[in-house]
């Protein structure tokens, strides 16, 4: 019996071939009326191109136009890498109109193909868009709680539009992982970025090096100095070997550097998911927004467990000289 319900399980998360499931997105308020509309037969269009993509093998040429050129090829590559597919006959969400001039659509979950990496086999997609309804962006979200809680430090902190960026960085940054994509992930790491796994520190050699002027002692960590295109070497590897990476994100917490507003540290438990290997530690990124629209990592820090004293690495433990 248990064999029966559990292969009655899968059938119902498996859309039936040739028969691809017919959504329709409604935006229940946000923005006004007649953008609102555009963006919901945009989206509306986009899930059901997806779901044909899924079953008929239909290219997703037809929905170009609804994206800025870059957007459309990432999207591409997202659906194709994950397999993305809309369950639902019918998504009520919002409109959110961003401190930063763009307007989202979150909460729309689709199913993904996980291979061999156990899980849930569902993510919430974002679509970011600009005032004409042009869809710029795509991405996983990170989970609502955070969003939600997030926003609500930047409206007491008085930095919303930068939290936003943050905000809307880590769900890229996640989703880069999910997808595999390495350009990315080299994209945002700077050449001199300070690269801490577990217990083993990893940094390129430069002439300033973010090590050298870290307060943490041999006694908290041992270092070990490797490149940062080493890191990605073995990166590469862990991809090759597993489907999905899926990664999930818990206690985030954002620190405004003290002295320079436009670097932030973000501190969180990441619980990583794979076929090949699963763990569950600390992650901290120290993220300068000095290019806003190009955010980098000087360091990426992650440990399995806290300090003795119940710390863990953070944004005091770094000297920063400009």
């Given at each position: 019996?248990?064999?029966?319900?559990?292969?009655?399980?899968?059938?119902?998360?498996?859309?039936?071939?040739?028969?691809?499931?017919?959504?329709?997105?409604?935006?229940?308020?946000?923005?006004?009326?007649?953008?609102?509309?555009?963006?919901?037969?945009?989206?509306?269009?986009?899930?059901?191109?997806?779901?044909?993509?899924?079953?008929?093998?239909?290219?997703?040429?037809?929905?170009?136009?609804?994206?800025?050129?870059?957007?459309?090829?990432?999207?591409?590559?997202?659906?194709?890498?994950?397999?993305?597919?809309?369950?639902?006959k019918e998504y009520r969400t919002y409109l959110l109109h961003t401190e930063?001039?763009?307007?989202?659509?979150?909460?729309?979950?689709?199913?993904?193909?996980?291979?061999?990496?156990?899980?849930?086999?569902?993510?919430?997609?974002?679509?970011?868009?600009?005032?004409?309804?042009?869809?710029?962006?795509?991405?996983?979200?990170?989970?609502?709680?955070?969003?939600?809680?997030i926003l609500q430090q930047g409206k007491e902190l008085q930095d919303l539009?930068?939290?936003?960026?943050?905000?809307?960085?880590?769900?890229?940054?996640?989703?880069?992982?999910?997808?595999?994509?390495?350009?990315?992930?080299?994209?945002?790491?700077?050449?001199?970025?300070?690269?801490?796994?577990?217990?083993?520190?990893?940094?390129?050699?430069?002439?300033?090096?973010?090590?050298?002027?870290?307060?943490?002692?041999?006694?908290?960590?041992?270092?070990?100095?490797?490149?940062?295109?080493?890191?990605?070497?073995?990166?590469?590897?862990?991809?090759?070997?597993?489907?999905?990476?899926?990664?999930?994100?818990?206690?985030?917490t954002i620190q405004r550097h003290p002295q320079f507003e436009r670097i932030?540290?973000?501190?969180?438990?990441?619980?990583?998911?794979?076929?090949?290997?699963?763990?569950?530690?600390?992650?901290?990124?120290?993220?300068?927004?000095?290019?806003?629209?190009?955010?980098?990592?000087?360091?990426?820090?992650?440990?399995?467990?806290?300090?003795?004293?119940?710390?863990?690495?953070?944004?005091?433990?770094?000297?920063?000289?400009?």
């Amino acid at each position: 019996m248990r064999f029966k319900n559990w292969i009655y399980f899968m059938i119902l998360l498996l859309p039936a071939s040739g028969l691809a499931i017919k959504t329709q997105v409604i935006l229940l308020s946000g923005g006004e009326e007649q953008l609102r509309g555009k963006i919901e037969s945009t989206l509306t269009d986009v899930l059901n191109g997806v779901n044909k993509n899924y079953e008929e093998y239909m290219p997703l040429d037809s929905l170009r136009e609804k994206f800025t050129d870059v957007a459309f090829i990432e999207f591409n590559e997202l659906t194709q890498k994950t397999k993305l597919y809309a369950t639902q006959k019918e998504y009520r969400t919002y409109l959110l109109h961003t401190e930063n001039g763009f307007f989202e659509v979150r909460d729309l979950k689709v199913r993904i193909f996980l291979g061999n990496t156990s899980g849930i086999p569902f993510q919430n997609l974002v679509f970011v868009l600009d005032e004409q309804g042009v869809i710029v962006n795509v991405h996983f979200a990170i989970e609502n709680h955070h969003y939600q809680e997030i926003l609500q430090q930047g409206k007491e902190l008085q930095d919303l539009a930068f939290r936003e960026k943050i905000l809307h960085f880590l769900e890229l940054y996640r989703t880069a992982y999910n997808k595999k994509d390495l350009e990315f992930i080299e994209r945002t790491l700077s050449d001199d970025a300070l690269i801490i796994v577990g217990y083993v520190v990893k940094t390129k050699k430069q002439d300033f090096d973010y090590l050298q002027r870290s307060y943490l002692s041999d006694e908290q960590i041992q270092f070990i100095r490797l490149g940062k295109f080493e890191y990605l070497e073995r990166l590469t590897k862990v991809f090759q070997l597993n489907d999905f990476v899926r990664i999930q994100f818990d206690q985030v917490t954002i620190q405004r550097h003290p002295q320079f507003e436009r670097i932030y540290g973000v501190q969180l438990k990441q619980r990583w998911n794979s076929s090949a290997y699963s763990d569950e530690g600390y992650l901290f990124l120290m993220v300068d927004f000095i290019q806003p629209e190009e955010p980098i990592i000087h360091v990426r820090a992650w440990q399995p467990d806290k300090f003795a004293d119940g710390s863990t690495i953070n944004i005091y433990d770094f000297e920063i000289i400009e």
